[in-house]
């Protein structure tokens, strides 16, 4: 069975997210974590820093549920693990506040997408065979956010944050809890 859902948005009986994405290991989360804190400092950000633990760049976002959807996370984990790309490099030089409605704006590092290209097309493709093509839909900007704040940052370059993509994962993120569940990993090839 096929499972064909839209993206949802968060709501007050939505608090269950699920997304794949990679996530840096802890000494460049501690590196970029560091980065972000002297950031904030130069630029008087006020927006609290999004822990190094839960830094990461979103491949794909499988939506926001009331609960848990066991069905789209065996789909998406099954997907996941027929990807075969081999690990890479990326480099984060940039960092500006991405717009939005909201007056709220994410704080993101942001990396040339070229480097992104072989995982996230076959993540995609991969989900679209197992029926969660709507997830697929959008343009994908290589970011990680850093913080969400009220001031808005037009782009600049920062020092270079270089990290090795060797895996990705599916997460659980319990909105409002600060809370994130790694569902599964991936390793990328050698």
């Not at 948005?9 to 990679?22: D, H, L, M, N, W």
């Not at 491949?59 to 998406?76: M, Q, R, S, T, Y």
């Not at 990680?144 to 599916?170: E, G, H, N």
Request: hydrophobic share 45%; proline share 6%.
């Amino acid at each position: 069975m096929q499972a064909r859902r839209g993206r949802r948005k968060f709501g007050p009986s939505q608090k269950e997210r699920i997304f794949f994405a990679c996530v840096p290991d802890d000494g460049t989360a501690a590196e970029i974590h560091a980065l972000a804190a002297q950031i904030k400092r130069d630029n008087t950000l006020e927006g609290t820093l999004i822990l190094p633990e839960h830094l990461h760049v979103t491949l794909f976002h499988l939506g926001d549920w009331p609960k848990l959807p066991e069905e789209i996370v065996n789909l998406a984990s099954v997907a996941a693990s027929h990807i075969n790309v081999p690990a890479f490099e990326v480099a984060f030089q940039r960092a500006e506040s991405f717009r939005n409605s909201t007056g709220v704006y994410p704080f993101v590092l942001t990396s040339d997408s070229a480097p992104w290209h072989a995982l996230h097309g076959a993540l995609g493709a991969a989900l679209g065979e197992a029926g969660l093509g709507a997830a697929t839909r959008g343009e994908f900007k290589p970011h990680m956010t850093l913080t969400y704040d009220r001031q808005r940052m037009k782009p600049f370059a920062v020092p270079p944050v270089t990290w090795r993509i060797s895996a990705f994962v599916l997460i659980h993120s319990q909105l409002g809890k600060t809370n994130h569940i790694h569902l599964g990993r991936w390793a990328l090839s050698a």
